[in-house]
């Protein structure tokens, strides 16, 4: 029965420090879904008919984080429609409001294995971001202005959660200063131990 349960892991970590790059990379290797909350909210900010379109958009510009009944409510008809039992959850719990709210919804509905934290100065990632920006990301965030909003609310209110499952045990700490390739074989190893 214990089996039926889908096992998530949390990817936290600065903007820009490389939790989308390196949840593919695991996706390919391991298997795991990998939905990032940032990627869904920007969906449903383009979908037609969307009243939520104009909100997202204005707090992912300032920075700020979407009330958890909209991010919880897509990523859990993201985990129904995959059909799949394991997930990488990106950019998800971001502050106190998703935590109680993933925990209202879905942790009897999940088994949380881990939470991967991505460490990396706040110099390299705003580089990393601007670049991504100069290179035509798109992204109404990766600009200056947006990258200083995005890293006070990360400091004061994503480190929180990740103290908290770090009281528990569950964070797995990985330096993300180094090459992609290199980062992952730090990553390998949290997953290899779970022997899937
Ligand atoms: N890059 C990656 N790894 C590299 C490496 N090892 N060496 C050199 N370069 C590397 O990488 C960023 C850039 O760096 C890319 O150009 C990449 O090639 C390069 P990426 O893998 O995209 O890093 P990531 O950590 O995913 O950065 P991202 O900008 O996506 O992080 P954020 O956490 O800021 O963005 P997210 O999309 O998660 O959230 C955006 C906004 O959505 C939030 O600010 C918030 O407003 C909102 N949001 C919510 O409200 N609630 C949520 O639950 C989630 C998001
Ligand atoms: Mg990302």
Redesign the pocket.
Known sequence: LNKMVPEVVFVL?A???????QCSLISKEYGFVHL????L?REERQRPGSEYGDMIEE??RN????PVEV?CSLLHKAMQKSGKARFLI???P?NKD?LDGWERVMSDKTKLLFVLF?ECSRDICTE??L??GAAGSGRS?DNLESLQK?FN?YLNDTMPIINHYDQQGLVRRIN?E???ET?FEDVKKAFDVLGL
């Open positions: 970590g903007p820009g420090s490389g939790k989308g790059t990032s909350a940032g990627d909210l707090k992912i920075g700020e984080i979407v991010t990106d950019g998800f971001r998703n991505f990393r971001c670049g991504r965030d995005r609310t993300a180094a090459a992609p980062v």
